[in-house]
């Protein structure tokens, strides 16, 4: 035989030698078990949940598969063959294994469930996060939640050095390395104090002139300020720069000067007239907002359970 020959025959080998195919499954285990207490194969049937054909057809098929008699059948029961007997030791230790495997893995669950890690850009951070928190403690009250705040940079960061099993941005583009969904949309809007001449305008304010215009503006890395810089093709250099949409918005509302923000961040301002809408023509400021994590591990356990209310 050729080396090739030989080669491919010592694979087939292999792959039909492996466990899988060679040890019953778990299931047959427990069954076998059951016969050897209940001394019945009705009886182990029961237990098991299944029914006596069907519990009689697994036990023929693990027979086979390990090639000896393991239960003797007769009008006054089921009783174990020597070799059932020895194999029933086996299958004895190989539950008790599969029992604590299945303990650890609880374990494993529980500590993952007890904790969740949340990083979200500073708007949804300060007006959407607040809501879909106090909702998931209402379903999980047991599980810590820690947020770190940040801009959307900082977010994908985050996730990529696990410290983080959840992540929100609101930029226009996902991260390298991360998988998203989009969760809601939201819109950007120029802002001024009632004092300023802008709030005073007739007509829209030309997106051209916004640019040229010095504004308060989120750092650089921030989601808002990506979406607005995209918009015009380039901005002025900054009137002020400020790590957060809070700050921004304070300092619009004193006069300092114009802004962009998220409509979702000035609703209460511009109900009481601390702040003014300014329309502006000739650009669309709408983005979306995304859930983000590392690219291949979907969230589970809690993550999964925000990231489900984040969508109702």
Do not use: C
Not at 48 to 63: K, L, N
Not at 96 to 101: I, T
């Amino acid at each position: 035989m050729s080396k090739t020959g030989k080669t491919g025959e010592m694979a087939e080998r292999t792959a039909g030698g492996a466990l899988a195919h060679r040890v019953p499954d778990l299931g047959a285990l427990e069954l076998l078990l059951a016969v050897a207490r209940l001394g019945s194969l009705g009886a182990a049937a029961r237990e098991v949940g299944i029914t006596q054909p069907a519990a009689s057809s697994r036990i023929r098929s693990m027979e086979r598969q390990l090639g000896v008699a393991l239960v003797d059948r007769s009008p006054r029961g089921s009783r174990l063959t020597d070799a059932g007997a020895l194999v029933t030791d086996w299958a004895r230790r190989v539950v008790e294994a599969a029992e604590a495997f299945d303990a650890g893995a609880q374990a494993l669950r529980d500590r993952r469930d007890s904790r969740l890690r949340v990083a979200a850009s500073m708007t949804i951070a300060e007006y959407l996060l607040p809501g879909w928190l106090l909702a998931l403690r209402a379903q999980r009250p047991d599980t810590a939640v820690s947020l770190l705040a940040g801009n959307s940079a900082a977010v994908a960061e985050r996730l990529l050095a696990d410290e983080a099993d959840l992540g929100f941005v609101e930029g226009l583009t996902v991260p390298q390395g991360l998988d998203s969904t989009v969760i809601a949309h939201d819109r950007l809007i120029v802002v001024t104090a009632p004092a300023h001449p802008w709030a005073r305008r007739r007509r829209p304010l030309a997106a051209e002139e916004l640019a040229a215009t010095p504004l308060i503006l989120r750092e650089r890395g921030s989601g808002t300020r990506q979406v607005l810089d995209a918009a015009l093709g380039g901005l002025a250099r900054p009137l002020i720069e400020l790590s957060s949409t809070t700050a921004v918005k304070a300092s619009a509302v004193s006069g300092a000067g114009p802004a962009v923000l998220s409509e979702l961040a000035v609703g209460e301002e511009l109900a009481m007239r601390r702040l003014v809408s300014i329309p502006v023509e000739g650009i669309a400021l709408r983005r979306d907002l995304r859930a983000v994590w590392p690219t291949g591990h979907r969230p589970t356990g809690p993550a999964r359970e925000l990231l489900s209310l984040t969508r109702g």
